[in-house]
């Protein structure tokens, strides 16, 4: 779905990843955009994931909403939009549907509980954020500034410099694959 990294990933920079703990899944805010067929593949599955929902969000047709938007950077062309509900107990008052009151991702709860890969469900554009595309579909990341004056952000200042392939080297090799992910640890410039 990407076409490769654009070149800031290749940069270090004081920055790391938030703890579930800590920010209870603040990214889960306001749902997700899922490709045609990622969404189709969900209700195919939903006999594995209706368990791991939470009470109440167990009937698939509520899964999603109405809304759809052409995407250019994933295969269908198409993305559809997870359901998102007021949920007091999650911050900013709403929630992905999918999201449990545990702040865990039922996708990912369903994928694990499967003996499949934890992101066997859980959509594209979850697995690549907080990073996003450039307008080349290259993956990349907002600038710093605007990262971590979020209070829901999943980044948290980081006592020193750390490569941004590091940082997020779980989903870039999820999702550029092992091979690729060498190459780019390869041509990181090395610091002094």
Not at 7 to 24: F, G
Not at 34 to 52: F, K, N, S, V
Not at 58 to 87: C, M, T
Request: aromatic letters at 8%.
């Amino acid at each position: 779905m990407s076409k490769g990294v654009h070149p800031r990933l290749l940069e270090s920079e004081p920055l790391q990843r938030c703890k579930l703990n800590e920010c209870k899944a603040a990214c889960c805010l306001y749902g997700v955009w899922l490709d045609a067929g990622e969404a189709a593949d969900i209700l195919a599955h939903a006999d594995l994931i209706q368990p791991h929902m939470p009470e109440g969000r167990r009937d698939p047709s509520d899964w999603f909403d109405d809304r759809q938007e052409e995407d250019e950077f994933l295969p269908s062309g198409q993305v559809v939009h997870s359901a998102v509900l007021p949920s007091a107990w999650h911050y900013g008052g709403s929630a992905c549907g999918f999201l449990r009151p545990d702040y865990k991702c039922a996708l990912q709860v369903a994928g694990q509980a499967a003996g499949l890969h934890p992101w066997r469900f859980k959509p594209f554009y979850c697995i690549l954020h907080p990073l996003d595309l450039d307008e080349e579909g290259r993956i990349t990341l907002d600038t710093a500034s605007a990262l971590l004056e979020e209070e829901g952000s999943c980044l948290r200042p980081a006592p020193k410099r750390i490569p941004l392939l590091l940082t997020f080297e779980e989903e870039l090799r999820y999702l550029l694959g092992d091979e690729t992910y060498r190459a780019l640890l390869a041509e990181r410039p090395q610091e002094e």
